[in-house]
């Protein structure tokens, strides 16, 4: 039977894994039900998802720990990111342009990722613990949905505005705001979606 420990370092894993995920692969735009969307969305529900089993398990000091974590590995990525692209490249590799292109990009993605993933995952911890005061740690649908849904507003409309304000004269506030308006709703459906694994990861990480 697996330990606690073992269950907990399963979940960082898990969280810093969608983290970088999301910045790497954030970059492509697909299609969901006619919207344009990134395909980040699939991995961001996932780190509110964790950090608010955890702050059910173990409160609010070790979600936050997670966050600083996830805050530690995205620094490092972006520097590491920065000279990777700025290296030399090898006269027999003729792939620095697209190398550049590709991960040029996504420097300015993961630096609005960086500041609204910590704004918003700060925000959901301080929130689910609120709530769960308040409640007398009761109806975990209600803290995980209300921290999360509106941590995820403060998360998408933060790294909107730093990733792709005035990238081209079309990216204006008017414009910012339709793309923010969807992505955040998409986010409030997973979210809603997640509350039965909310659950589920809350006994499992419980259960001895």
């Known amino acids: 039977m697996l330990s606690k420990s073992f269950k907990t370092n399963l979940l960082l894993s898990l969280f810093v894994g969608c983290l970088i995920l999301a910045n790497i692969l954030g970059t492509k ?21 964790v950090t608010d089993i955890i702050a059910d398990v173990y409160g609010k000091k070790k979600a936050q720990e997670f966050v600083v974590m ?62 769960k005061k308040k409640t ?19 998360d998408t409309t933060i790294f909107m505005f730093i990733a792709f304000y005035h990238i081209t004269p079309k990216f204006d506030v008017p414009f910012i705001i339709s793309l923010i308006i969807p992505y955040w709703l998409f986010k409030v459906a997973f979210s809603i979606l997640d509350t039965p694994l909310c659950y589920l990861g809350v006994k499992w990480l419980k259960k001895n």
Not at 33 to 40: A, D, N
Not at 109 to 123: D, G
Not at 137 to 147: A, D, F, Y
Request: no cysteine; glycine share 6%; net charge positive.
């Open 29 to 49: 735009i697909t299609t969901l039900f006619g919207i344009r969307v990134s395909v980040g969305i699939f991995f961001v529900p996932v780190l509110f998802l």
């Open 136 to 154: 007398k740690g009761k109806h975990l649908w209600l803290r995980n949905n209300l921290s999360t849904i509106v941590s995820q507003a403060i």
């Open 70 to 131: 996830g805050l530690i590995v995205m620094v490092i990525t972006l520097v590491m990111t920065f000279f990777a692209i700025i290296l030399p490249p090898n006269p027999t590799w003729g792939n620095q342009a697209a190398f550049e292109l590709i991960f040029g990009a996504s420097l300015r993605m993961i630096i609005a990722s960086i500041i609204a993933f910590m704004l918003s995952q700060f925000h959901d911890v301080w929130a689910f613990d609120f709530l």
